[in-house]
T-cell receptor, first 112, second 111 residues
Framework: GENVEQHPSTLSVQEGDSAVIKCTYS??????FPWYKQELGKRPQLIID?????GEKKDQRIAVTLNKTAKHFSLHITETQPEDSAVYFC???????????FGTGTSLTVIP | DGGITQSPKYLFRKEGQNVTLSCEQN?????MYWYRQDPGQGLRLIYY???????QKGDIAEGYSVSREKKESFPLTVTSAQKNPTAFYLC??????????FGSGTRLTVV
């Protein structure tokens, strides 16, 4: 099956700086890559996703890049704010069956 | 909010007892999932169902059982065979090819 690895497990940045979280996957048939944000005590929420026919996608301060050849994808958050502090999960899926394989999560802390 | 409801929010289980976690969605999603969340281990799939009356085991199905008699409902039973059930359990649903919508979770503790 699919194996998704996520790094780093913890990340601290100063407010206003950028944060980058990286994930690798093993299954070349995976074609859908969502990112979830989980604030303390709350449910994970989808923040951005990318499909395999696209190399990059942006939504305001958040962007995701995908390198299918290298089987890795990354989440980029620019101009970080304290409310960005949360645990972020990446996931990979083949799409059709829709079973997701999640990374182990990155705890992001933005220091005011 | 969110259209998918889990209950209860907190649940306590005695040794040797079976307990059932509820998950209901009104999003008309075909697929539903149960994940277990432990610190440092991410989200691990227990069971999933892509259609009514059908479900498949995930990576850690031992000690758990599910049913899918209605499209809206996907209850999870934690049986006495699950030796380490203390965890945060998340239910999710999705349309085919789309992202998940998660419930707010149930925190299960063995007492």
């Amino acid at each position: 099956g699919e194996n998704v690895e996520q790094h780093p497990s913890t990340l601290s940045v100063q407010e206003g700086d950028s944060a980058v979280i990286k994930c690798t996957y093993s299954d070349s048939a995976s074609n859908y890559f969502p990112w979830y944000k989980q604030e303390l005590g709350k449910r994970p929420q989808l923040i951005i996703d990318i499909r395999s026919n696209v190399g990059e996608k942006k939504d305001q301060r958040i962007a995701v890049t995908l390198n299918k050849t290298a089987k890795h994808f990354s989440l980029h958050i620019t101009e970080t704010q304290p409310e960005d502090s949360a645990v972020y999960f990446c996931a990979a899926s083949r799409g059709t069956g829709n079973q997701f394989y999640f990374g182990t999560g990155t705890s992001l802390t933005v220091i005011p | 909010d969110g259209g998918i409801t889990q209950s209860p929010k907190y649940l306590f289980r005695k040794e040797g007892q079976n307990v059932t976690l509820s998950c209901e969605q009104n999003l008309n999603h075909d697929a539903m999932y149960w994940y277990r969340q432990d610190p440092g281990q991410g989200l691990r799939l227990i069971y999933y169902s892509q259609i009514v009356n059908d479900f498949q085991k995930g990576d850690i199905a031992e000690g758990y059982s599910v049913s899918r008699e209605k499209k809206e409902s996907f209850p999870l039973t934690v049986t006495s065979a699950q030796k380490n059930p203390t965890a945060f359990y998340l239910c999710a649903s999705s349309i085919r090819g789309g992202g998940y919508t998660f419930g707010s979770g149930t925190r299960l503790t063995v007492v």
